[in-house]
Each structure stands twice: as C-alpha cells, then as structure tokens.
C-alpha cells in the first residue's frame, strides 16, 4: 500500500484539496498521514480524509522519511515560509526525503518557478492526482 504525507501549514486549505482529492480518487487502497505545521492544518487534512494526521517541527521531521511520497505546495521545501511556521528542520527533512515529492508551485513565497505556467490550483491538484495515478501504475 503507497504511503503518501500531504504536508501543509497555516489553514491547511491545499493539504486538505489534497487529502480529499486522494481520498475520492484512491480510497482506502492508500494511506494517508496528514502532517501540519500546526493543528489547524492537521485537523483541516484529517477532516478531509487523511487515515493519520501529527502537527508541528517533530511530526514532520520523523515521519516524512517514512512515507513513500510527499505531497504539498513547494513552500514546504523552503526554510521560513509560510509566515515563518515551515521551519529550516521541517524544509531539511521534506527535501532530504528519500520520498517521491510532488509539489504544487505557488509563488506565495516569493520564489517564481521557470517555465511554470499558471493554473487555477484545482487543475494543478488534477495534475497531482494524475501524476500519483502513473506513479501506482508503474509500482
């Protein structure tokens, strides 16, 4: 069974289009472990779906080394973002992962990707969905 983290932080609203859009699309074939910068988002992502949810700096530091992917905005790779709440530890453990990361590029961080085109974020959780799809395919 594919173990999938979605890691979001403030109000969790991303993390919790995720969870539910993974949950409609897979259900219970997946495992989900919703991890928040705090609880607000924790409680947002177990609302949606996720089988698990933990919050804060530890939670994600020992638990994103023990899923199969990770799922998110960008931001959760970024020491400092949003407002402060994803700390250096938090980004360090997202992007040393041995996890698959499949990340949503919002530029609320200031950071513009290259290349990126702009779409609404429901069509980019679409593309999320789809890319999951492949990666079970090829399991």
């Known amino acids: 069974m594919l173990k999938i983290a979605s890691i979001d932080g403030q109000g969790g609203g991303i993390g919790s289009l995720i969870v539910k859009r993974l949950r409609e699309e897979f259900r219970d074939s997946i495992e989900i472990t919703a991890l928040g910068t705090n609880a607000a988002a924790t409680a947002a992502m177990m609302k949606a779906g996720a089988d698990r949810g933990a919050s804060g700096e530890n939670a994600i530091i020992r638990n994103a080394g023990k899923v199969d992917l990770i799922a998110g905005p ?66």
């Open 74 to 139: 960008i931001s959760i790779m970024l020491p400092n973002a949003m407002l402060g709440e994803l700390t250096a530890g938090m980004a360090e453990a997202v992007s040393s992962s041995p996890a698959r990361k499949l990340l949503i590029p919002l530029n609320q961080e200031q950071v513009d990707i290259i290349g990126f085109r702009r779409e609404p974020l429901p069509h980019l959780i679409d593309e999320l969905i789809q890319n999951i799809k492949e990666i079970i395919k090829n399991v």
